[in-house]
């Protein structure tokens, strides 16, 4: 096989390709860094744990969102949460003074929570995102990213093995019929994509450095997608995260 030492042997054709046209990687060795906070990359289908990054020009309430895709099968539908959408109010706030189905134990343990809206599905009922890892009542949706498990969890907090502030409890979903998210992507109203960890975990106690935008996911998700989202982001970035009243 080729390396970055090969050469072509003197009087050699390439029915393929001329010496000159012969990628770079023959005469020039190249250093590529990953980063394994922030990446992100577009794939060409829907599949559970991967977001929606809203087209530019969605508007009303999932303008500029990112759903992460709970579940997807195009015989039974598709459910997500909005993940970008803190609420300005904690959990005890918000579950206070919003109709809310939630336990008031789990209130309690975690009322210093982040809550973001979800979707405007079932409104009154909470799930949480973390990264804690599986426990019982959870699934895990990606690589390090858990949907569920509060009871569970909020053992743990009791035991001091597990902070509120690493959970985001997550306010309604949304949700489609069958075949219909399949459609709204094929007409590009989503843009589908797989990222790390620490973007899904952005409001739930996720690492953050110096390069990421805090308080605009979509733009850190829509730059690191690279090429026309790169070019995209910069043309209607500005409005942000915070955009929810408790």
């Given at each position: 096989?080729?390396?970055?030492?090969?050469?072509?042997?003197?009087?050699?054709?390439?029915?393929?390709?001329s010496?000159?046209?012969?990628?770079?990687?023959?005469?020039?060795?190249?250093?590529?860094?990953?980063?394994?906070?922030?990446?992100?990359?577009?794939?060409?289908?829907?599949?559970?744990?991967?977001?929606?990054?809203?087209?530019?020009?969605?508007?009303?309430?999932?303008?500029?969102t990112?759903?992460?895709?709970?579940d997807?099968?195009?015989?039974?539908?598709?459910?997500?949460?909005?993940?970008?959408?803190?609420?300005?109010?904690?959990?005890?706030?918000?579950?206070?003074?919003?109709?809310?189905?939630?336990?008031?134990?789990?209130?309690v343990?975690?009322?210093?929570a982040?809550?973001?809206?979800?979707?405007?599905?079932?409104?009154?009922?909470?799930?949480?995102?973390?990264?804690?890892?599986?426990?019982?009542?959870?699934?895990?949706?990606?690589?390090?990213?858990?949907?569920?498990?509060?009871?569970?969890?909020?053992?743990?907090?009791?035991?001091?093995?597990?902070?509120p502030?690493?959970?985001?409890?997550?306010?309604?979903h949304?949700?489609?019929?069958?075949?219909?998210?399949?459609?709204?992507?094929?007409?590009g109203v989503?843009?589908?994509?797989?990222?790390?960890?620490?973007?899904?975990?952005?409001?739930?106690?996720?690492?953050?450095?110096?390069?990421?935008?805090?308080?605009d996911?979509?733009s850190?998700i829509?730059?690191?997608?690279g090429?026309?989202?790169?070019?995209?982001?910069?043309?209607?970035?500005?409005?942000?995260?915070?955009?929810?009243?408790?």
């Amino acid at each position: 096989g080729a390396t970055s030492s090969s050469v072509l042997p003197q009087g050699c054709s390439d029915p393929f390709a001329s010496p000159a046209e012969i990628p770079a990687l023959l005469s020039a060795k190249e250093c590529v860094k990953l980063d394994k906070h922030r990446w992100a990359h577009p794939i060409p289908h829907v599949e559970p744990g991967c977001v929606l990054v809203a087209n530019e020009r969605l508007g009303g309430v999932f303008h500029q969102t990112v759903v992460l895709v709970i579940d997807h099968h195009e015989g039974t539908g598709s459910t997500g949460i909005v993940i970008n959408r803190p609420m300005s109010g904690n959990l005890f706030k918000v579950s206070t003074e919003n109709p809310s189905n939630i336990d008031l134990s789990i209130k309690v343990a975690f009322s210093t929570a982040t809550v973001s809206y979800g979707g405007p599905i079932q409104k009154e009922e909470y799930s949480v995102l973390h990264g804690y890892g599986e426990v019982e009542g959870s699934k895990k949706v990606a690589p390090g990213v858990f949907v569920g498990g509060s009871e569970e969890l909020s053992n743990e907090v009791h035991r001091e093995n597990f902070s509120p502030d690493q959970a985001l409890f997550v306010k309604g979903h949304t949700s489609w019929v069958p075949g219909q998210l399949s459609r709204e992507v094929a007409k590009g109203v989503w843009y589908t994509a797989s990222v790390s960890a620490d973007f899904i975990l952005r409001y739930a106690g996720a690492q953050v450095t110096e390069d990421d935008n805090l308080n605009d996911l979509w733009s850190d998700i829509m730059s690191c997608m690279g090429g026309k989202y790169r070019e995209i982001m910069r043309k209607h970035a500005g409005k942000g995260d915070m955009r929810m009243k408790s």
